[in-house]
């Protein structure tokens, strides 16, 4: 599916829920395998589906170990519906983030070290999870894709983004 980038009017309008009986069509299921696999030939590790031009509430998270975090957990990609951020740690993190629909550009976002959340799994159960670390910050970035906003929202300073080849040279740590 084509990528929306940043200048896209979808990518500020708060997304709208789905609803249960709609998750267990066929068309649904087509939705969740397309955007999963945009995300993954994308190379991301993380998509939110305002970004592929669709409304509804709906995001996958998909940790792999990195550099920066050689410890991340490696995932399947986990599907999430209508998430809710029920608590959050008082302690924010600093690193830096890249997003598909802001094309290569990277940005230093605080972000908090753990969240509690809530949403719909692929089943349609009603899950609560707490994550924490890399993979708290890649909710919380794709959290923001469906409430409006992006990492650009979050800067607190010009010094704060760098060129995506620039960052990869000089690997800042935070
Ligand atoms: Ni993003």
């Known amino acids: 599916m084509k ?58 998270i998909a940790s792999r170990p990195n550099e920066r975090y050689p410890d991340a957990p490696n995932m399947e990609p986990l599907v999430l519906i209508n998430p809710k951020v029920i ?9 830096w983030e890249g997003c598909l629909s802001v094309p290569n550009l990277r940005g230093k976002v605080k972000r908090h070290q753990w969240i509690e959340i809530e949403y719909l799994a692929e089943n349609g159960d009603i899950t609560k999870r707490l994550i924490e670390g890399f993979v708290a ?27 995506d080849s620039v960052w990869r040279q000089m690997k800042p740590l935070n």
């Open 3 to 60: 990528i929306a980038l940043i200048g896209e009017p979808i990518l500020r309008i708060p997304a709208v829920s789905v609803n249960v009986e709609d998750m267990l069509t066929d068309n649904f299921c087509s939705f969740i395998h397309a955007l999963k696999s945009t995300m993954l030939e994308s190379n991301g590790i993380g998509i939110a589906a305002p970004q592929v031009f669709d409304p509804r509430a709906i995001m996958i």
């Open 87 to 95: 608590a959050s740690s008082e302690e924010k993190c600093a690193d």
């Open 137 to 163: 910050r890649i909710f919380q970035h794709e959290y923001d894709h469906l409430i409006g906003k992006t990492w650009l929202d979050h800067i607190e300073s010009t010094d704060d983004i760098m060129a």
